[in-house]
């Protein structure tokens, strides 16, 4: 659709070649202590989830492939044990990128039926007009679940669930129930407008859903690993999931009152949001674009 075409070519770059940010050698991988043998690395990409213990590790996402080496060694420092699982909670190679490094050296990979398949095929990000290539055969998920899948490691129950059309159709969240810690995916940016990518089925009433389930399976103690930004907690979800329903309300009353994604973009009808949540990957004006796109794909 037009006005997708209409995207940035400088968000195009920023979504699609991140890594060209900074410099490989510039990049560092940062561990933060989340909670009973469950950790967070922020690097460069989707932030990544780690449960350590005399298991193994078990580890959520692995950002790009370059940066692989980094953070085996970023582990090897928390853990001498080797690394079991990879699970991925969608498909986006800000998130799978390491897959191949890490299959390679005999990690199980883990995700919905969806994010195989579309790793399996060439995909397209419509937003971005940005094809994506199949992934090698030892990148893609060797086991794949429908709704819900159950670890029980390092005496944790790790549970896995599925969560339809949110940022895409193969998004999963991941409950470390002993430790009281969630891992979120992409479903999460904390503290900026998130990316919903309609071409993988994504939906903004889906993540609201989502946000909204999380939020009932937490407590003020819950410690959140958010696909993108700080670690959370559940106050600072509550102001995210309350953001996402005014942007979705104000958008589809401007679309039933027929105007058009400039006339939008002219009203700056988020200029009261975007100081706080307009600094992120996404511009004001690029987040506009998409949502106008998602908002109007689900109104028909």
Do not use: C
Request: aromatic fraction near 10%; glycine fraction near 8%; charged fraction near 20%.
């Amino acid at each position: 659709m037009n006005y997708f075409k209409k995207i940035s070519l400088s968000a195009l770059i920023i979504v699609t070649a991140s890594l060209l940010q900074a410099k490989e050698s510039e990049i560092k991988i940062t561990t933060i202590n989340v909670n009973n043998g469950v950790y967070m690395l922020m690097g460069q990409g989707g932030n990544i989830g780690l449960s350590v213990g005399e298991d193994g590790v078990f580890m959520i996402d692995d950002q790009f492939a370059p940066l692989s080496a980094k953070i085996k060694a970023a582990i090897s420092k928390i853990s001498k044990k080797p690394l079991k699982f990879v699970i991925n909670t969608h498909w986006h190679f800000d998130h799978t990128g390491g897959n191949e490094n890490f299959g390679k050296d005999g990690a199980i990979i883990v995700s919905h039926n969806n994010v195989r398949k579309r790793m399996s095929k060439e995909g397209f990000i419509k937003a971005f007009n940005k094809t994506i290539p199949a992934a090698p055969k030892v990148a893609l998920p060797i086991i794949t679940f429908n709704d819900e899948i159950n670890f029980y490691f390092n005496n944790e129950e790790i549970e896995v669930l599925h969560q339809k059309n949110a940022h895409t159709d193969g998004d999963s969240i991941i409950f470390f129930k002993s430790s009281n810690v969630v891992h979120t995916g992409d479903i999460y940016f904390n503290g900026f407008y998130p990316f919903i990518d309609s071409s993988s089925q994504g939906s903004m009433n889906g993540i609201i859903t989502s946000v909204n389930y999380i939020l009932s399976r937490i407590n003020d103690k819950t410690k959140i690993i958010p696909g993108h930004g700080k670690l959370s907690n559940k106050k600072e979800l509550i102001s995210y999931r309350d953001t996402l329903i005014i942007l979705r309300d104000r958008m589809q009353a401007l679309i039933k009152e027929g105007k058009s994604i400039d006339e939008i973009i002219a009203m700056k009808p988020n200029a009261d949001l975007d100081e706080t949540w307009g600094k992120g990957f996404l511009n004001p004006e690029t987040f506009l674009k998409i949502l106008y796109g998602v908002i109007k794909d689900n109104m028909k």
